[in-house]
């Protein structure tokens, strides 16, 4: 039996509806873009940060599925998206034919991506935060209004750009941001995203790393 990889489930059609519907949810209650781009671009810095640290070609795909499929459990219900997703997850793949033991791994990173008080408890888990919570950037705002916006929707709507560098040898993950400060100071940024850069530190401290933030060029963290 061929191994089920990315583009399977990409092309799978419950998938790309889930994704779809989950997006609709979001912006029913005001949230920023939740569809493809942000599916593709967190499965792409999962993977991305597995092969830094050179991780088995394997892991590194189902890095990238889990990142793809992190927040499918919008599409049923917000509040409990992760668990939700952990249990779409493992009916589409268990579906597409993926054993139970990828499976599995899979459904912990989904379920618990919004874990912010631990250290993730793979280097799957710890790859899908970091794809999922280093998204910050003006495209996944659904107005370009600066009225009538709270906080979080300024801050991302000041983010012109957003990278994250892994550096194995120097044991370094990095968020490399650059934001408007017409539109939002730092210290705003800071106020709202406290919450995730301590998420963030944890799942660089699984790799045994150091979070670090730079904002317009000068290091924070």
Known sequence: MAEIVLTDVMHDECVKMFLNLADKSFAAIGYKEHGLRHAKLSSAIAGNVLSHFNFPKRDIELAKIAGYLHDIGGAIEMRQQSLFGAILAKRILDRLGMPYSEILSIMSAVGSHEEKDIIPN????????????????????????????????????????????????KKTISLEITIDTTIVDIGEYFEIFLERMMHLIKAAKYFDCMFVLYINGNKFL
């Open 122 to 169: 793979s280097q799957i888990t710890a790859a899908v935060v970091l794809g999922d919570k280093t998204d910050v950037h003006f495209s996944r705002v659904r107005t370009r209004s600066r009225t009538g916006l709270d906080k979080h929707t300024r801050v991302n709507l000041a983010c012109k750009s957003s990278f994250l560098r892994v550096d194995a040898k």
